[in-house]
Antibody, heavy 117, light 110 residues
Framework: EVLLVESGGGLVQPGGSLRLSCVAS????????MSWVRQAPGKGLEWVAN????????YYVDSVEGRFTISRDNAKNSLYLQMNSLRAEDTAVYYC??????????WGQGTLVTVSS | QSALTQPRSVSGSPGQSVTISCTGT?????????VSWYQQHPGKAPKLMIY???KRPSGVPDRFSGSKSGNTASLTISGLQAEDEADYYC??????????FGGGTKLTVL
């Protein structure tokens, strides 16, 4: 069974930083692209970033380019999202998702990030 | 990277069929066959229901079907059941390894 478990969310002040983690199990992590998708309270889904199998390529939505960094450690079956210069509009539940080129076929339960003073 | 356009809400009675539309551009929906649909119940993670426009993952009932014409994709749910009441999101590949979601549609089963 594919399992994705996120952690690292919490309350942070505007301008602050936070690092999210996602531990994967039940599949060969190094064989899949991975993505972060977020959902602001009461709002829709927004794709945030993805990363290639070996971490050599990374892509971002324009609104987080230059502030967020996606990374992975295949030895630890782990995906990360380093979030800097956080803004109120970054407040959301952040999901990690397995990216199959065609869709996001497995999702974690999400971790809540709240940016507020 | 503009969000795809979905109706805010749709509704239907048990046993009926409903269709949710998802309109994009030639740079996303119209340009690729990588359109997917997700079901999300309150407080839960999204669940993949359709991928590659009209393919169903294992375990998804065949009451769920997808199609695409030009820049608009559609999700049809036939034989509506109470448990189908949820939010539905479309998603399309948008080129350069990026993805775009729709704003979401709330399905109410009357």
């Amino acid at each position: 069974e594919v399992l994705l478990v996120e952690s690292g969310g919490g309350l942070v002040q505007p301008g602050g930083s936070l690092r999210l983690s996602c531990v994967a199990s039940g599949f060969t992590f190094s064989s899949y692209w991975m993505s972060w998708v977020r959902q602001a309270p009461g709002k829709g889904l927004e794709w945030v970033a993805n990363i290639k199998l070996d971490g050599s390529e990374k892509y971002y939505v324009d609104s987080v380019e230059g502030r967020f960094t996606i990374s992975r450690d295949n030895a630890k079956n782990s995906l990360y999202l380093q979030m800097n210069s956080l803004r109120a509009e970054d407040t959301a539940v952040y999901y990690c998702a397995r990216d199959t080129y065609h869709s996001f076929d497995s999702w974690g339960q999400g971790t809540l990030v709240t940016v507020s003073s | 990277q503009s969000a795809l356009t979905q109706p805010r809400s749709v509704s239907g009675s048990p046993g009926q069929s409903v269709t949710i539309s998802c309109t994009g551009t030639s740079s996303d929906v119209g340009g690729y066959n990588s359109v997917s649909w997700y079901q999300q119940h309150p407080g839960k993670a999204p669940k993949l229901m359709i991928y590659d426009v009209n393919k169903r993952p294992s375990g998804v009932p065949d009451r769920f079907s997808g199609s695409k014409s030009g820049n608009t994709a559609s999700l049809t749910i036939s034989g509506l059941q109470a448990e189908d009441e949820a939010d539905y999101y479309c998603c399309s590949y948008a080129g350069s390894y990026t993805w775009v979601f729709g704003g979401g549609t709330k399905l109410t089963v009357l």
